[in-house]
């Protein structure tokens, strides 16, 4: 089969098409026909070598991924062989076939394609978890809100009851508010530490020196939820966080898309062989929303 590898770690030129075998899926695994797969930050920083995973070059990029299910491992009994799924996988997503946990699958929503689907899983389940203990009336402020994430979070927040504040650039602001955010914030006007107060939980999808200046715009008892790595470790209101690929979330996921109260933005979608244009635009950090892959041959 056809996959996307790279043999060593550095800049998207790094990235090739290359005929790999066809895996075979293990006990409590699903062998995934792939349609399509979306850009993570997490796929080009484990790229360049910014972060590690538990094998080095050769490898095959990939943490999202929809398709239809091509094979059963021994004790799979949730799926079919024919159904169409999303989710999260530990990489290997950029090829014709991948091989998936099937706790970390859920059924494709009804009502959206496998393109669709396939810009869910990492920034959604991101959201759905970092947000999972936002309550109606409280306020929450989200960076870079316009983003994979933020987008996501934006209306998350929104359908629960909170006080939704964005920051993002003023070419973002009518999007957002169409998304639900109750106030926007240009942060290359303004330092949104100035322009908000009071807030309950910031989600934080920047990092670094974004953590000491969002620790002034929180109340007393707040929190401060990080996904970058930031410089307010020390402070107790800080947490780091991490998403867990799990079905669980995508199942809730998939009510609220199928509910109308979720939609996914798609920036552009491309060929999975212009799979290093798309990491160039990602790392550009000008994507609103998603950049989606689509596989070669992918599945009706």
Known sequence: MLAIRQYTFGGPEVLEPAEVDRPRPGPGEVLVRVAATSVNPADWKVRAGLIGMAVDPPLTLGFDVSGVVDELGPGVHRFAVGDPVYGMVFGGANAEYVVAQAHTLASKPANIDLVQAAALPTAASTAWQALAALGAGQRVLVHAAAGGVGHLAVQMAKHRGAFVIGTARAANHEY?????????????????????????????????????????????????????????????????????????????????????????????????????????????????????????????
Request: hydrophobic fraction near 40%; avoid cysteine.
């Open 176 to 300: 957002l508010r169409g998304l639900g955010a109750d106030e926007v914030i240009d942060y290359t006007a303004v330092g949104f530490e100035s322009a908000a107060r009071d807030v309950d939980i910031v989600l934080d999808l920047v990092g670094g020196e974004y953590g000491s200046r969002s620790l002034r715009v929180l109340r007393a008892n707040g929190r401060l939820i990080d996904t970058q790595g930031s410089d307010a470790e020390a402070d107790p209101r800080y947490e780091r966080f991490y998403v867990e690929p799990a079905g669980a979330s995508l199942r809730e996921i998939t009510t609220m898309v199928e509910r109308g109260f979720l939609q996914v933005t798609i920036d552009r979608v491309l060929p999975l062989s212009e799979a290093a244009q798309a990491h160039r635009l990602s790392e550009a950090g000008r994507v609103r929303g998603k950049i989606v892959l689509v596989a070669w041959n992918p599945p009706d």
